[in-house]
């Protein structure tokens, strides 16, 4: 799955450098390779400044980590990444781990990256804090770090290309619900790895909006974790419904745990009777829309997450943004985007799929 590729001559230095800093102390190194980060402190290297008008950069390596290298969603998403990489003439490469919830296994990749002396990579991060150190590290020898999908604390890299507002999706899964089910009954979630970023930041947003006077007769129950996995995430859902069986419906706020929950209904008494929506792809869902175990769900692109993540490495690689609230870049194809507070880069609007619409779609 992982292919080395041989350092160039040119950064032999600098990968021994790095190497060998990774062996002693991850903490004290710094300053030691590219151009970014001389005599700074700060791994993020904040006095650099952005030049909108510089040339993008050709030749870069651009490395793509998802939080789950076997899983279908990162596949389509790092395909669109791969394909922007290769169109600005740069170089593609995927590694990652095969579970969602090995976070280990993603700081020894992130660490294999920096010394391998990457230009970037992007990081759906399994974790806010645990790839912290490793990634300031990777800061500090000049790799430009963005995360995509799901975040890191913002100190931990220089842009984060978000699939869309997060309070948005958050408060768009539970309004579906909603609709779907009159408002009233108990619901659960149904989400990925306890500790994802992405998913505890849309639950935060779910159980928000559940407070307004519209859901009064709608009460959370529970909150299962079927870490990204397709066969846990069938036995929580087996296990919602035996411990609650008046259950009316369930958010699931994950790809891979849509699609298990839908496959478990579907084969239940709870067919057509217990509602769920969520995030999945229309792949993925169609059958389950078709047979009416689904209603409506939604999703963004996650082609055009990857596209919109590998250009904003290049940008960043390039010197045209540094990750600034404010700087403006161009994204090829997909248009200009603005970095906003935190450095969030915003992909756009989701779309929801129902029965209508969802032949439209192939992904
Ligand atoms: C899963 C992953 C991913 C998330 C999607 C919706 O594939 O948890 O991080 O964004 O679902």
Redesign the pocket.
């Known amino acids: 799955m992982f292919s080395p590729f041989p350092p160039s001559l040119r950064r032999a230095g600098a990968t021994l450098a790095a190497v060998s800093c990774l062996a002693l102390a991850a903490t004290a190194c710094g300053g030691t390779t590219k151009d970014s980060a001389k005599n700074d402190d700060s791994a993020k290297s904040s006095a650099a400044k952005a030049d909108p008008g510089a040339a993008t950069k050709k030749g870069l390596t651009v490395a793509f980590l998802p939080?789950q290298v076997n899983?279908p969603?990162?596949t389509t998403a790092d395909k669109g990444g791969e394909k922007a990489v290769q169109s600005l003439g740069s170089t593609y490469k995927e590694t990652g781990p095969n579970s969602?919830t090995d976070t280990s296994g993603q700081v020894s990749y992130v660490n294999t990256l920096t010394q391998q002396q990457v230009d970037a990579m992007a990081v759906?991060a399994q974790d806010p804090g645990a790839l912290c150190t490793a990634l300031k590290q990777a800061m500090k020898n000049g790799i430009k770090v963005v995360t995509y999908?799901?975040d890191t604390k913002t100190d931990c890299r220089h842009a984060f290309v978000s699939?869309s507002g997060a309070e948005a999706l958050g408060r768009t899964q539970v309004k579906l619900l909603g609709e779907q089910l009159g408002y009233k009954g108990d619901i659960a979630i149904l989400s990925?790895a306890q500790t994802?970023t992405?998913?505890n930041t849309w639950i935060d947003f779910m159980k928000d909006e559940l407070k307004l006077p519209k859901y009064r007769n709608m009460k959370l129950v529970k909150i299962a974790y079927g870490n990204?996995d397709a066969q846990q995430s069938f036995q929580q859902t087996q296990g919602l419904l035996q411990e609650h069986p008046s259950l009316a419906g369930i958010v699931s706020?994950?790809?891979?745990g849509i699609k298990a929950a839908a496959q478990y209904l579907s084969g239940s008494k709870y067919k057509g009777k217990v509602a769920l929506t969520g995030?999945g792809t229309p792949n993925d869902m169609r059958k389950y829309v078709k047979n009416g175990t689904v209603e409506a769900f939604e999703?963004w692109d996650p082609a055009k997450l990857g596209e919109l993540a590998a250009h904003t490495a290049v940008a960043l690689s390039s010197g045209q943004i540094t990750g600034k609230e404010g700087e403006v870049f161009t994204a090829g194809g997909m248009g200009r985007f603005t970095v906003g507070k935190d450095g969030v880069i915003d992909l756009g609007r989701p779309t929801v799929f129902d029965s209508k619409n969802i032949d439209s779609f192939n992904f």
Do not use: E
């Not at 706020?253 to 891979?256: H, I, L, Q, R």
């Open positions: 939080k899983n969603y990162f969602a759906s999908d799901s699939q990925a994802a992405n998913q990204d706020p994950t790809t891979v995030l999703l």
